[in-house]
């Protein structure tokens, strides 16, 4: 799983949330195999 974090107050959009959490599953699941968590923030 990919988690991020994204607030209305933040410089960035909620597409750039999404791919990020999608960024840290896929590295995740690279480094620990699909039953993984991967969690972060911005």
């Known amino acids: ?5 994204w607030s209305p107050d933040q410089d ?3 597409e ?3 791919n990020e ?3 840290k599953m896929y ?7 699909k039953e993984s968590i ?3 923030g911005a």
């Open 38 to 40: 991967a969690k972060g």
């Open 27 to 33: 590295e995740d699941k690279k480094e620990n195999g």
């Open 12 to 14: 960035r959009d909620v």
């Open 16 to 18: 750039e949330a999404l």
């Open 1 to 5: 799983m990919g988690v991020s974090h």
């Open 21 to 23: 959490a999608d960024r």
